[in-house]
């Protein structure tokens, strides 16, 4: 496992690293989804990432217990705030701030996370009450770093024109082969200001990991084919995305990878990615993704894997 060092921070994440979304406290039975985060020790993973959001507080709950007993300095562990908790819990103003950080704690049985994310953007609370409340929870302790989530450019300025407050050190997009909206203003503007990226779903819901056939109905163990897991996973499933995905699984060959390593890789080429986070359940996945951090891979089948992609989704990799 190779590390990088999280934007401006002393923070150093594995390139690959875990995330609990749809699937920890939710999709994955609790023994599988412990079994999943020890292979990720044993693998060199140290980055954790999950969110009040995730189960409404349950993927945190299974983390904190999962944790224990785990020297708290041996691992990264990052949450986020935003999405209704309750009715009235939600968003980012100084109040929830507050609230949802001393829950996440309490929830992941810890005095401190080390990044602290904000979900979304909440265009209901002045940018500056946000800041001013994230750099009060860095100041207590209670948050060593902040980030943020699928952050517009023109507010990512705006929050770095505040003066006097924490500064941003990680961004939490999407991005994969088949979604590459930040490569266009938000990779950028990161890279020049000392904020990573921590890319969220680089195999494309698993799409990316070409086990799906655009001729057959989905594996009925996979994502796509589970209630709880499969609702965010529908604009992937088209057969012209499917088809063109199989046609990349001899270019990952050349490159000797399967591809899923070879996606997590393509990501893991742009300089300003600090970790791809993954999702897993079973301790296998975990093990076949961990070992694409560090590999070399000639640029040019990057570039062939790119432009089948182009061709099949009409030249706009989304």
């Known amino acids: 496992?190779?590390?990088?060092k999280l934007g401006d921070?002393?923070?150093?994440?594995?390139?690959?690293?875990?995330g609990s979304w749809l699937t920890y406290g939710?999709?994955?039975?609790?023994?599988?989804?412990?079994a999943c985060l020890e292979e990720a020790f044993v693998?060199?993973?140290?980055?954790?990432?999950?969110?009040?959001?995730?189960?409404r507080g349950a993927a945190e709950t299974f983390l904190g217990e999962a944790l224990q007993g785990r020297p708290r300095d041996s691992y990264v562990l990052a949450t986020k705030l935003y999405f209704?908790?309750?009715d009235t819990d939600f968003g980012l103003s100084r109040a929830q701030v507050e609230k949802q950080l001393d829950a996440s704690l309490k929830r992941l049985k810890t005095d401190y996370v080390d990044l602290y994310q904000c979900h979304r953007y909440d265009t209901a609370t002045p940018l500056e009450e946000t800041m001013e409340a994230l750099t009060r929870a860095v100041e207590s302790g209670k948050t060593r770093y902040i980030g943020f989530s699928e952050w517009p450019a023109d507010k990512i300025r705006a929050s770095l024109d505040i003066a006097g407050v924490a500064k941003f050190v990680s961004s939490q997009p999407q991005y994969s082969l088949l979604w590459r909206e930040p490569e266009e203003e938000v990779i950028p503007l990161c890279a020049a200001n000392g904020i990573s990226q921590i890319v969220w779903s680089p195999l494309g819901q698993g799409v990316?990991?070409?086990?799906y056939d655009p001729d057959r109905p989905p594996p009925s163990d996979s994502r796509a084919a589970s209630a709880e897991m499969g609702g965010f996973i529908g604009r992937l499933m088209e057969p012209q995305v499917l088809r063109a995905v199989q046609r990349l699984k001899p270019i990952a060959e050349e490159a000797g990878l399967t591809?899923?390593?070879?996606a997590l890789a393509w990501v893991l080429r742009e300089p300003n990615v600090a970790s791809a986070i993954i999702g897993a359940s079973r301790p296998e996945q975990v093990r076949e993704n961990a070992a694409a951090s560090g590999v070399i891979v000639d640029t040019q089948?990057?570039?062939?894997?790119?432009?089948?992609?182009?061709e099949a989704l009409g030249g706009v990799t989304a």
């Not at 990316?208 to 086990?211: E, H, P, V």
């Open 208 to 211: 990316l990991s070409g086990k």
């Open 84 to 86: 209704p908790m309750t």
């Open 301 to 310: 089948l990057f570039q062939r894997a790119e432009m089948i992609l182009d």
């Open 9 to 18: 921070s002393d923070l150093d994440v594995s390139e690959i690293s875990l």
């Open 1 to 4: 496992m190779k590390y990088r």
């Open 26 to 34: 939710v999709g994955v039975e609790a023994d599988k989804a412990r």
């Open 259 to 262: 591809l899923p390593q070879f």
């Open 43 to 55: 693998q060199g993973i140290n980055f954790i990432d999950t969110a009040n959001i995730y189960g």
